[in-house]
């Protein structure tokens, strides 16, 4: 966990979707909270899906027997008081093991912009992917040993993210994938002995990122199976875009790093 001397470490759990919240939680165990730390769990509530119910040609499919029917707010509302109930309580058979103090709160509202302002206030957040895919291959694809992958840089943040990510992986038994992200080709070769440094001789798999943009990074790790992408807080606010890759495109659980 990173260290912070004058409070808690606040790590921020940003929940709501059912497929992969599991993931999510399974990522902050791999972290270990200690009593050191002080975990929030967020079950964000997404108003555009209140918005879209509202539309009388908008239908909910059934997964399971691609069956449609429209899309009610108040059928809407119960779903998500059944899985932040459901988020709350998985959340508190993790942390409460471990002595932590913890909370949970329900939020409404634009996910990318509650996450945006979420981010200010944090020193490691955990967030789930939001891209869709069956309940089948959510369980094939917890149950493989993916590689924890580190994006790293010359940044501090970047050094705190590799540390995180070097102590999951061996925390899971899983392989270390490091993205490299110099400020320029030249500087590969320097980035990737201050990697070695921090890894020490433990066997890890190096990759080049083809641009310094943390989105263009994120896009081009898309073909790149992981089960958890860590990388630090860049100093400047995260756009929209950046944000919706790291919801929706990443595939796995991310790990943002002060």
Not at 39 to 62: K, N, Q, T, W
Not at 163 to 187: I, K, N, Q, T, Y
Not at 234 to 245: Q, R, V
């Given at each position: ?21 599991r993931?999510?939680?399974?990522a ?11 975990v929030l ?57 471990r ?10 509202g ?18 789930g ?19 924890v ?17 070097l ?15 110099p ?40 073909r ?25 495109r ?9």
């Amino acid at each position: 966990m990173p260290v912070k001397t004058e409070s808690r470490v606040r790590v921020t759990v940003m929940l709501g979707n059912s497929l992969t919240d599991r993931d999510t939680l399974a990522a902050l165990e791999l972290l270990g909270p200690d009593p050191a730390a002080e975990v929030l769990g967020l079950f964000i509530e997404d108003s555009e899906l209140l918005s879209l119910a509202d539309i009388p040609v908008v239908r909910e499919y059934c997964r399971l027997t691609q069956a449609g029917r429209p899309l009610q707010v108040d059928e809407l509302e119960r779903q998500f008081r059944v899985q932040a109930r459901r988020a709350e309580r998985d959340l508190a058979e993790m942390v409460n093991p471990r002595g932590c103090p913890w909370s949970f709160r329900a939020l409404r509202g634009d996910p990318v912009d509650l996450l945006r302002q979420t981010l200010a206030e944090v020193d490691l957040m955990l967030l789930g992917s939001t891209a869709g895919m069956p309940p089948g291959m959510v369980r094939r694809q917890a149950a493989a040993k993916r590689p924890v992958m580190a994006i790293f840089d010359r940044s501090e943040p970047a050094d705190r993210a590799l540390r995180v990510a070097l102590r999951m992986a061996e925390s899971s038994g899983a392989s270390l994938v490091v993205v490299l992200a110099p400020d320029s080709p030249e500087e590969m070769d320097t980035l990737q002995e201050q990697a070695r440094g921090i890894v020490g001789e433990r066997p890890v798999d190096y990759l080049e990122a083809s641009s310094g943009s943390i989105a263009a990074t994120l896009e081009g790790l898309r073909r790149h199976p992981a089960g958890q992408l860590v990388l630090g807080m860049p100093a400047e606010p995260l756009d929209d875009h950046t944000i919706a890759l790291l919801r929706g495109r990443s595939n796995c659980t991310v790990i943002l790093v002060r």
